[in-house]
């Protein structure tokens, strides 16, 4: 069965960190596009940050450069979302989604993707 599955979300203090795994299963992560979206109560879903197929380049918007860092193992088939430094604003379902199509800064679009995560729920409170 072809799917990714999110996981690694959960209670931070701010200031603290997470890493967010994305797993997929029944295709190869290599070949597509893949993404961290994130939906926070009451705000529209946002891009968080991509790394693109074929030259593997990595996006971010700029609420987390500097903070969080996207990253593809091939060999466990896992992309990874280092999120450190984290702040209360930061909380959010975050979602993995992959794409054939979408290439480069257009990652961060929510549209034209294939596949999507059942989203890990990231909280940053004191």
């Known amino acids: 069965q072809v799917q990714v599955v999110e996981s690694g979300g959960g209670l931070v203090q701010p200031g603290g960190s997470l890493r967010l795994s994305c797993a997929a299963s029944g295709f190869t992560l290599r070949y597509y596009t893949i993404s961290w979206f994130r939906q926070a109560p009451g705000k529209e879903r946002e891009g968080v940050s991509c790394?693109?197929?074929?030259?593997?380049?990595?996006y971010y918007v700029d609420s987390v450069k500097g903070r969080f860092t996207i990253s593809r193992d091939n060999a466990k088939n896992t992309v990874y979302l280092q999120m450190n430094s984290l702040k209360p604003e930061d909380t959010a379902v975050y979602y993995c989604a992959t794409s054939l199509r979408i290439y480069g800064s257009s990652c961060l679009i929510p549209q034209g993707y294939d596949y999507w995560g059942q989203g890990t729920q990231v909280t940053v409170s004191s």
């Open positions: 790394i693109s197929k074929s030259d593997g380049r990595t």
